[in-house]
């Protein structure tokens, strides 16, 4: 699996903030608190990390991604009932749009729930458990 050390230590932190905070916070406290804990474990964090979307190559858009990781994972944090699809095609896009192939889409809800993305620009992108 692609960056699997690195994606357990960051799903590591995830569950170590959830513990701490619980639910019930806005997705800013969850991405100040997990930047924090990224910190301290050594690695290299950009919060809010802008991604352009060229078209015939001009910028037609941008977006925010929630953390950046060690410049090889997004993390794109939600504080839902349940992840929804949209949720899944928003970090996809995010990798699409980037030379960045691992994603990890993080919920903070009620009940904590992680989702691995692996975005091959050759090929579809695939869910892993």
Same mark, same amino acid.
């Given at each position: 699996?692609?960056?699997?050390?690195? #994606?357990?230590?960051?799903?590591?932190?995830?569950?170590?903030? =959830?513990? +701490? &905070?619980?639910?019930?916070?806005?997705? #800013?406290? =969850?991405?100040?608190? &997990? !930047?924090?804990? /990224?910190?301290?474990?050594?690695?290299?964090?950009?919060?809010?990390?802008?991604?352009?979307? @060229?078209?015939?190559?001009?910028?037609?858009?941008?977006?925010?991604?929630?953390? /950046?990781?060690? +410049?090889?994972?997004?993390?794109? /944090?939600? !504080?839902?009932?349940? $992840?929804?699809?949209?949720?899944?095609?928003? *970090?996809?896009? @995010?990798?699409?749009?980037?030379? $960045?192939? *691992?994603? &990890?889409? /993080?919920?903070?809800?009620?009940?904590?729930?992680?989702?691995?993305?692996?975005?091959?620009?050759?090929?579809?992108?695939?869910?892993?458990?």
């Amino acid at each position: 699996m692609k960056h699997r050390e690195l #994606s357990s230590k960051i799903i590591k932190a995830f569950y170590e903030v =959830y513990n +701490e &905070l619980g639910p019930g916070f806005i997705e #800013s406290v =969850y991405e100040s608190a &997990l !930047s924090l804990v /990224l910190i301290d474990y050594g690695f290299s964090v950009k919060r809010q990390y802008p991604i352009e979307v @060229y078209f015939r190559e001009k910028i037609i858009g941008e977006f925010r991604a929630d953390i /950046l990781v060690e +410049e090889k994972v997004i993390l794109e /944090l939600k !504080s839902v009932s349940k $992840i929804r699809s949209e949720h899944k095609a928003q *970090l996809i896009n @995010y990798l699409k749009a980037t030379d $960045i192939d *691992l994603g &990890l889409l /993080l919920n903070f809800g009620d009940k904590t729930e992680f989702q691995r993305y692996i975005f091959d620009k050759r090929r579809k992108p695939h869910k892993y458990p």
